[in-house]
């Protein structure tokens, strides 16, 4: 028998697929190495939104007993997903390894067994896995990544975090709050490299603030485990941590690609696989969705999620437009949360003339839901094209800022004006009043120099390659 | 001199229309009896959301430094607010009470001293005050309402609360938080009338869980000063209430209409002043915005202030369209939050035909984020119009409901459609996602039965007589 589609990967990008596909009555063949859930559900979102949570909200808990809660609560759901998957409708679930055979055939190998499968799609969602760099001297037990991280049974008392990215910054506020002593490590000047500049700014002050040590600049180059020293090179000389017990290596992550691609002539690069805007491989009928596409827009639950939906829709009606990716937004549960959506000012400017792109900033704390709660950080920042409005991207810091961006992602993904936003009444008192000030800031400030303005945006419109959406 | 405009309240909307007109050049004088800020400020939102922040977050602070911290950080605004109209260019600011002479003049009274204004344009903008309703017995300095609630020293041992609406609710869960017994009491059958009754059901049983006691059907009747005791009218049955130190009346408010409008020819009814879709009342350049207006939708700090925007744009610039009035969201905060964007069932089925509407329902608790946040309750109701898709209003009971609901007020407000809602993508893991959950159930279910969702909304578009917008 040959399937409709066979799936490589049961996270959320394969997942999404398979459900829609299977909903849609094609029989499908969804291949999983490791358990059903991917990342998210297993090593990623799930067990570290548990622990946040709980590390700020822990009541008698202790932290080997939210430790202990965090697994069992993954666990719980990574039961009820395992179930699940096993009694869907026109999906087979087999557990186990899968490497190509040719461009429409796999072999999947389950212990020492060996089975093909064929398939009319094959469908690539085999994740990413953290990048490992090894620090000399650092046994094996001392080395965490976010694989190993929800087993651990008590508290570092001293953990070195080595990634200041994403995950490095979430963890580095939970095992503060769990109250270990935290060291905080980035190759780079800065941490937080792929946002805006101002959010490191605020992080970096917040993380300092409540006693984390953040070395940018800087990388482990040793461990001595007689002393359990760790040494930094920090711009060419050596810092010392001293007590380190634990050291979590979350410098990236790098697309799972051991899978024969070769043998059905698939083409890839460092970053993973390269796919069209509608996740075709260069292989006819062969796809790739979620962190294993070579776009880091693609890496994060919800776009992989949004990929599946997509390329169900696609291979079940391909006579229907599927239409342009959307821009994703994303969210970092640091304390304050960080939310973004659309490209940051450094890369919209590489993108738009910078003369384009109009800026808008504006404190929370000039809000009067700040001044009732006692906040003093956090803002909404906001790119749009100078004249039109057009709000091109848009970062949020403050305590929900995963709540509040879905307005500001509707904005970049439906070409919604400064001026539109500034038509909308946000509920007082609400930190989302912020979105509205901006906008108000940008009208009047336009509208006030409305013949410079124009100027500027004729003038520099036709500098740009890009005049497509302005 | 005869001013441009002479204002009549120095709350949200007056403020707002002063500066909108001063800052375009316009010569404005602005009178208030009371305090600048209005309600909002001084007794209204300011004082209550932070007595409710800090009653949910008080560190060391016993209840009495609460209070006091509520009125130091409520008059540190009151007094910059003050500062900052005397110094606004093309503003007077008179403190007194006006009346009107004439149909272009005022009277106001400042001390002994009195004062005669003219201007071209006079704006109501005057609020409203609490509804009393004597109880029997109970003296005066145990009865509370929000203009004297703030004033409190020291906690209530038990706080009987009369109306149980909006502020109502919200004191509730303060005083409860705060160590109170609180008691409610409202003489409908259930609390937050105008809200959805599945949001009075869930803040209901909220209250009771808390030890909150709720009389519903009840009225104050008779106070025995002697024992502090309350005695309820409970649908004909005498409850008395034991140890009531205080009586917080927050039944509901009327518009401060004891301006000698009669003699400016201005119509009022029970409610306030009627006023047509760009705030006019009857009269030829008097205006009526916020409280004083009889629609209830106009009774909130942002719709009075984006009343105050309209009209100065109107005002200034009379030959611009100036839209329709927007749909105002409203929020109210309990706990969990509540924030709500047009109509309830109950009147969307007077205003289109019930077998039009069809309403999703997702629960909060289905979220990946509810999950790893223990959050057991909360949902996002939205109701659209069949087939179309299109949002006509929406409830969410949430943590941070008044910061969810700016993407559905949006909606409601450009006629976005469920179908639209869906292609949005929410970040993950967000309490957010239940928005595009309702969205998507409401799509797949519209698309599995498409020949029997047109048939209806055909059958019954034409059956009501409100196609306008369908």
Redesign the interface.
Known sequence: MKYHSAIIGAGSAGLTVAVGLAGLGKQVVVIEKNHVGGD?TNVG??PS??L??LAN?AGDLNSSEIFARVRA?RNE?RDEEDEWIKNQENIDFIKGEAKFISNDSLEVQTGTKRKKIEAENIIIASGSSPIIIPIEGLPAERALTNESLFDLEDLPKHIAIVGAGVIGCEMAFAFNKLGSTVSLIDLAARILGPLEPEVAELILARLESIGVKVYTGAKGKIYDESTNTLVLDSNGTDISLENVDKVLLAIGRKANLDLDLEKAGIEFGRRGIPTNKVHETNMENIYAIGDVDDQASSA????A??QGRRLAQKLAFPYLPIGRE?T????VFTNPEV?QVGLTLDNLQKKYHEKLIKTERFELSKT??A????LNEGFVLIHAIRLTGRIVSATIVAP?A??????L??AV??KVSMY?LS???????????S?KKAADSFKFASLANLKNELAIFLRYRLASPLNENL
């Not at 001044?371 to 006692?374: L, V």
């Not at 995963?402 to 307005?407: G, H, K, N, V």
């Open positions: 998210c979102c799930i939104k548990l946040i949570h909200d609560k759901l994060f639950t919800h776009s999620n949004a959307p994703y937004p994303s969210a939310s009067d839901r001044f009732t709660q006692d929900n995963s709540e509040m961006i879905p307005i992602s509707y993904n439906n539109k038509e909308l009444v946000f509920p007082y008192p609400s930190l989302s009043e979105i």
